[in-house]
């Protein structure tokens, strides 16, 4: 069974400055998406950035960036220029790929509280 | 457009009650699926639904049912309730079947069993 594991249950940075959340994974399978979802204090959670495991680019969303390791099984969430709004739950999130065993459904570690300071 | 949307937004009941939660997808969305999220925790998985058929269903005890309808709203069912019930239940679309790229959450439901 696959599994996500997020060491960091809090975070802080201040305002302007650069955060990394870490997120590790175990899957045996070579086929799989990873997301990083934010969840602010109003719950609704939205998708920040996907990566798909056979690209080896890192993805990149404006100020959201991604290190994926996929030998090291760790993909990790850069916020850069960080601002107040980027307080948040940040859930890291795999998905088996079309011929995998979750069948689409999410697998979420158990989160990073991130708080920025102004 | 409407995102994806829930009701009741908060329910209180007492433990060996019913329950039923209510989904709608956004316009357009096949699918649907539902988490339970544990105060301090990330969402568990409970059901997929695409094309009103059940096309996942993650580790939970049968007292946990779902559905969906023709027009893809979908309802959560939970019957002898349980203190551990008390969660966030998320309801989350996609465009289209189980593969798709993106599932798109609503607010949740904040169910209380006392």
């Known amino acids: 069974a696959q599994t996500v594991t997020q060491s960091q249950p809090e975070m802080s940075v201040q305002e302007a400055e650069t955060v990394t959340l870490s997120c590790t994974y175990d899957?045996?399978?070579?086929?799989?998406?990873l997301f990083w979802y934010k969840q602010p204090p109003s719950r609704q959670m939205i998708l920040v950035i996907r990566?798909?495991?056979?690209?080896?680019q890192n993805a990149t969303e404006n100020r959201f960036s991604v290190n994926f390791q996929k030998a090291a099984k760790s993909f990790s969430l850069k916020i850069s220029d960080s601002q107040l709004g980027d307080a948040a739950m940040y859930f890291c999130?795999?998905?088996?790929?079309?011929?995998?065993?979750?069948?689409?459904?999410?697998?979420f570690g158990k989160g990073t509280k991130l708080s920025v300071k102004p | 457009d409407a995102g994806v949307t829930q009701s009741p937004t908060h329910l209180i009941k007492t433990r060996g009650q019913q329950v039923t939660l209510r989904c709608s997808p956004i316009?357009?969305?096949?699918?649907v699926s539902w988490y339970q999220q544990v105060l301090g925790q990330g969402p568990q998985f409970i059901f997929q639904?695409?094309?009103?058929?059940?096309?996942g269903r993650g580790n939970f005890p049968d007292r946990f049912s779902a559905r969906q309808f023709p027009n893809y709203s979908s309802e959560l069912n939970v019957n002898a309730l349980l203190l551990g019930d008390s969660a966030l239940y998320l309801c989350?679309?996609?465009?289209?079947?189980?593969?798709?790229?993106?599932?798109?959450f609503g607010p949740g439901t904040r169910l209380t069993v006392t």
């Open positions: 989350a679309s996609s465009i289209t079947g189980p593969l798709s790229y993106e599932q798109y």
């Open positions: 899957t045996s399978e070579s086929d799989y998406y």
């Open positions: 990566q798909e495991a056979y690209k080896q």
């Open positions: 999130a795999y998905r088996s790929g079309p011929y995998g065993g979750s069948q689409g459904n999410l697998i």
């Open positions: 316009s357009g969305h096949k699918s």
């Open positions: 639904y695409y094309e009103k058929e059940e096309r």
